[in-house]
């Protein structure tokens, strides 16, 4: 997976321009508020996912302008190809000259893993981003996941609407029963698909916490389901079919709960990512370097995992990370970055080019320079 060229207008605050970039590691550097993490920001774009940011679409269209465009063309699955994004009220997607009908038909074309200090809230903060990193993953990993996810959501959102009308309908009960049968269908396939994403990053990013700290410390992941635990041998025909029994079950013996609160307290939007260093619940005990080696260890483990699915090393976003990080935490995560093409955002490249040479762009008020003696 390479990006060969990066192009872009009236995109946030970033002047017109385009940059073409070293297969291996290139930095972009510059003062805070300048354009470096619009950068990163643009390139996820190109994964089908949202902004890693949290910004609506319409966030992302420059001030004085209309429309934003974004132009990537990239190697990947061994052949040259091209996107196209357009955002005006929302994001269109063209792949290899095709309109696509969602960006997030990009999912599985184009494959990046991203850092940013707002990930470290997935440590500290509440269950939400835990579960948006998780969805996230296993998109990237299986396409079909987000269309799954989606009429999870679909009939999640008729479900409460039930709950919360105040004026019950006639046969509201058999109303209800409907709900919780699709509501369960749906739910099935997203816990069956996260359980298996969570066994799979536990041991790997296990290894890559004790790197991290020296194996000094050890770090346990899990999945928590409100829906409840699984007891058959894994086999995903059957996996699947008791999560979807579990759900179900979890939904009847919640619903005057329900009925109460007018909305769904059980199910996959309400589960969490748990995380331990030593034993010991890492949200409430762990130190801001443990924190942040717990995400760093969660996000190299998400690129090791895409490779592994993809075939090819994904492209890797590293937006402000490094100044974070003493010099031997840097060293461990740019080893373990491979040969792979990597973007690294700071204020000052002088660490980092020392560590990894590559590619350097000047990026300021908006405007995107390659600096002399690049490469």
């Known amino acids: 997976m390479m990006v060969q060229r990066l192009g872009w207008d009236g995109f946030r605050n970033l002047k017109v321009g385009e940059l073409e970039p070293s297969p291996g590691v290139n930095i972009l550097f510059g003062d805070n508020a300048q354009g470096k993490t619009n950068l990163l920001e643009s390139l996820w774009l190109f994964t089908g996912g949202k902004s890693f940011r ?11 302008r209309e429309q934003a465009s974004l132009f990537l063309t990239f190697t990947a699955q061994e052949r040259e190809q091209e996107a196209e994004i357009q955002i005006e009220k929302r994001r269109r997607a063209t792949l290899n000259g095709i309109a696509q009908p969602a960006p997030g038909r990009l999912t599985g074309v184009f494959g990046a893993v991203v850092f940013s200090p707002i990930h470290l809230g997935l440590v500290k903060e509440g269950p939400e981003g835990r579960r948006r990193f998780l969805d996230a993953a296993c998109c990237q990993l299986k396409p079909a996941y987000m269309k799954a996810l989606a009429v999870y959501q679909r ?6 609407a039930l709950l919360r009308d105040k004026n019950r309908p006639a046969g509201f009960s058999q109303l209800l ?4 049968n699709r509501l369960a269908q749906a739910g099935g396939s997203l816990l069956t698909a996260r359980q298996r994403y969570v066994e799979q990053l536990q041991p790997v990013a296990s290894e890559h916490y004790r790197g991290l700290s020296h194996n000094c410390e050890q770090l346990k992941i899990s999945y928590h389901s409100t829906a409840g635990e ?57 130190s801001q370097g443990q924190q942040r080696s717990v995400v760093l260890a969660l996000k190299l483990a998400e690129a090791s995992l895409l490779e592994q699915a993809i075939g090819e090393k994904p492209v890797v976003l590293l937006d402000d990370v490094m100044s974070e990080l003493d010099m031997s935490r840097q060293d461990y995560l740019l080893n373990r970055m491979g040969e792979g093409q990597v973007f ?3 204020c000052d490249p002088a660490a980092v080019i020392r560590l990894t ?19």
């Open 230 to 286: 699984l007891s058959v041998e894994k086999s995903e025909g059957r996996e699947t079919a008791e999560w979807t029994a579990c759900l179900l079950e979890a939904l009847h013996s919640h619903r005057q709960s329900d009925q109460l609160a007018g909305f769904t307290t059980v199910g996959p939007h309400r589960d969490d990512l748990l995380l331990e260093v030593d034993g010991l619940s890492a949200r409430s005990y762990a």
């Open 155 to 160: 009939v999640l959102n008729q479900r409460n």
């Open 344 to 346: 690294i955002t700071c």
């Open 54 to 64: 949290g910004a609506k679409d319409t966030e992302m269209v420059g001030f004085d």
């Open 177 to 180: 029963e409907i709900w919780d």
């Open 357 to 375: 040479g590559g590619r350097a762009f000047h990026v300021k008020q908006g405007q995107v320079i390659l600096t002399e003696g690049g490469e």
